[in-house]
């Protein structure tokens, strides 16, 4: 079966569970159809566990918590497989992802000369230099060296509030790198309701194009996301994400195969301003 015939037939069938209860009970019938679809994809999208990165990159990342800060950093304004396979590149660039060592021996300059070299590792050299230095001083001071630090044995909220101080990482990434600790590295979190999701231009476009946001402002969307899924808000980025950046396109969205069309206010107008 080729991959629109497949896509096609598992479609139909996460409508067929939507029904057509849009009207009166749309949070329960998006909630159902985006967690079904969630299945079916989630494996294939995970960062540290899928297909995106190459088995060296995902590895380094899994087994160094202070390059998975790195890469979070990193996961901003160039795709998902760029921002995460810097931190590998960035060590076999410096020869070593000793953060004291780094520090002492380079200046934020030389980090971004290292980081523009071609191939860059980074569309935005100068801010990820800035960012990343930083980060590997308040990881050396704060955390005694070692990012494992920020969330061991900390909530949810304690470590989303933590993330949030270091420079370049927004609600948003925090939000992400929370979800990406329990989903691709199984730390065990017990407040996932404090998880929030993602406000990704992705996500932004695909909730107000179906009706599950009035506005483009991250608290509206926030909110939309806890009472999708309430248990754990955070884990619907991963399905929503996917449809935004698969099927619900700026330009040219797919809207006949996509999961949650019979779900769909498909307000265009909405988003016609959403750049970034
Ligand atoms: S049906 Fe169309 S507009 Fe609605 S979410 Fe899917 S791709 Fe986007």
Redesign the pocket.
Known sequence: MGINNKRRYRNKKINKISGDIMDDSKVLAVSKAILEYLKEIENENSILNGNLLLDEEKEFVKKNMNAFIIGLIADQSVKVEIAWSLPYKLYKRLNTFDFKEIVQKYTIEEIEEIIKTKPALHRYPSRMALYIYCAMNDIIKKYNGDANNIWLNRKADEIVRLLEEFKGISHKKASLGTMLLIRDLGINICDKQNVDIAYDVHIR??FL??GLAQNDIQDEILESARKIYPEYPGKLTTAFWT??RD???PTD???LI????Q??????EKTKNIKS
Request: glycine share 4%.
């Open positions: 476009r695909t194009r179906i449809i935004g099927y619900c396109r969205p797919t809207c996509c999961p949650l069309s779900l769909c206010e498909k307000n265009f």
